[in-house]
């Protein structure tokens, strides 16, 4: 059994004390939220904070408030996520993405500002101590060599946040809060294209807040690429969200990658050729194959490369197909049951995703 180290533990009321515990334990001090991902982390060494700062005594985090738009709070669960009819309705893609993390008992206790913050992942780092020890570890922790590109300088572990290519589509910003002031940047600008640096969040800041724009008009769609239907980090993911006219001009959009880098990716290029178009069926074939060429996974998770990159150009065409509003639940089924034809398993050991929404 993995046993966690010993650490220092402190359960602050508000945020202003969080913060400044924060400040005054320096950068070897942790925040946890659900714990969900820090704590295996912590059990197998990879993360051995001196001090864990609890978030979910606060209950300023854990609001929903309108505003203009909706202002989540950091310590929001994924399951109040999926509970809440407005973010079905309005900010589809965000409650898809929320929808298809983890499992129902994962989803209760794993808040939207852990799920945000949660470590990059890479096959050579998830790994136990000794397993670690046994390679001479790698760039991201204790070591020199990055074993999925050895002759790279730099980490290429993966963004695995299920949420954030769909809030960077919906155009959200984040409130980070420190001791000595604040500051609200767009999501995007949260994330560095560096597997062992890959937050832009400097050590005394407290992510407290998304802030969702009213996004009148707006649809938008998150589909996720993942081993096991029923539970799985995404291998790729593609969100995408857009604007039309009455006569079905795309007026504004966005189309973000995740999975497959460092960082989400925002394609800049494809929004810039849909606006201004009709979603025809040529210009969702041009577009996929733009997005596509933005794929360029590394061989470290447990999946193929090559079978990830492909997959961008069909998802990407389902998410744009989805927002003309055609039907596309057979894809999604389809989607849900692709491990079993990458890895050739008979149809019968097929995981189905019962909860892969529509
Ligand atoms: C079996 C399993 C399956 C999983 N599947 C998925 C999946 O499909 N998709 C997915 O995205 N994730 C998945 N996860 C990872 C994890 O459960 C989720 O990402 C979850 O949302 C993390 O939230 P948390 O509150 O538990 O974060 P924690 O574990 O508490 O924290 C994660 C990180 O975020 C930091 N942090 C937390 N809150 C804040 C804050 N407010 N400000 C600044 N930093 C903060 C912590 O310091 C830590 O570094 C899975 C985990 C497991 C164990
Ligand atoms: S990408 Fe390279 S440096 Fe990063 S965790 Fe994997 S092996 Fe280590």
Redesign the pocket.
């Known amino acids: 059994m993995m046993r966690l180290p010993d650490f220092r533990y402190y359960a602050p009321q508000t945020l202003q004390e969080a913060a400044n515990i924060l400040a005054d334990q320096g950068p070897t001090a942790?925040?946890?939220?659900?714990?969900?991902?820090?704590?295996?982390k912590m059990k197998r060494r990879q993360q051995e904070p001196e001090t864990l700062i609890a978030?979910n005594n606060i209950r300023q985090?854990k609001e929903i408030g309108n505003g203009p738009g909706l202002r989540l709070g950091?310590g929001v669960t994924?399951s109040d996520i999926v509970a809440d009819q407005r973010l079905e309705e309005d900010h589809r893609a965000l409650w898809q993405a929320a929808s298809?993390?983890?499992t129902p008992q994962?989803r209760n206790?794993?808040?939207l500002?852990?799920?945000l913050?949660?470590?990059t992942r890479c096959t050579y780092h998830d790994q136990s101590f000794e397993w670690r020890k046994a390679i001479d570890f790698c760039i991201k922790q204790d070591g020199e060599t990055c074993w999925a590109a050895p002759t790279s300088d730099r980490c290429w572990a993966v963004s695995?946040?299920?949420?954030a290519p769909a809030l960077i589509a919906l155009g959200a910003e984040v409130r980070l809060v420190a001791a000595s002031g604040e500051r609200t940047v767009p999501l995007e600008a949260l994330y560095r294209d560096d597997g062992a640096l890959y937050l832009t969040?400097q050590p005394e800041e407290?992510?407290a807040e998304v802030i969702l724009p009213s996004n009148a008009k707006w649809r938008s769609t998150y589909w996720k690429l993942?081993r096991r239907g029923a539970?799985?980090?995404?291998i790729l993911s593609v969100a995408a969200a857009l604007r039309s006219d009455a006569g079905g001009t795309v007026r504004e959009a966005r189309l973000v990658l995740g999975a497959i880098s460092s960082s989400p990716v925002l394609c800049n290029d494809v929004a810039a050729l849909l606006i201004g178009n009709r979603l025809s069926d040529d210009l969702i074939e041009e577009a996929a194959r733009l997005a596509g060429a933005s794929a360029r996974p590394k061989e470290n998770t447990d999946a193929p490369a090559y079978w990830r990159r492909r997959m961008a150009v069909p998802m990407v065409t389902w998410a744009l197909k989805e927002l003309r509003g055609d039907d596309m639940c057979d894809e999604r089924r389809r989607l849900a049951g692709q491990a079993a034809s990458m890895s050739h398993e008979p149809q019968s050991s097929q995981t189905t995703n019962e909860e892969n929404p529509k």
């Not at 695995?160 to 949420?163: G, I, P």
Request: charged share 15%; glycine share 10%; aromatic share 2%.
């Open positions: 942790s925040l946890i939220a659900g714990g969900t991902d820090l704590l295996p978030l985090l950091a994924l298809q993390v983890a994962l206790t794993a808040t500002g852990g799920n913050c949660v470590d695995s946040t299920d949420s969040r407290i992510l993942r539970c799985d980090f995404p």
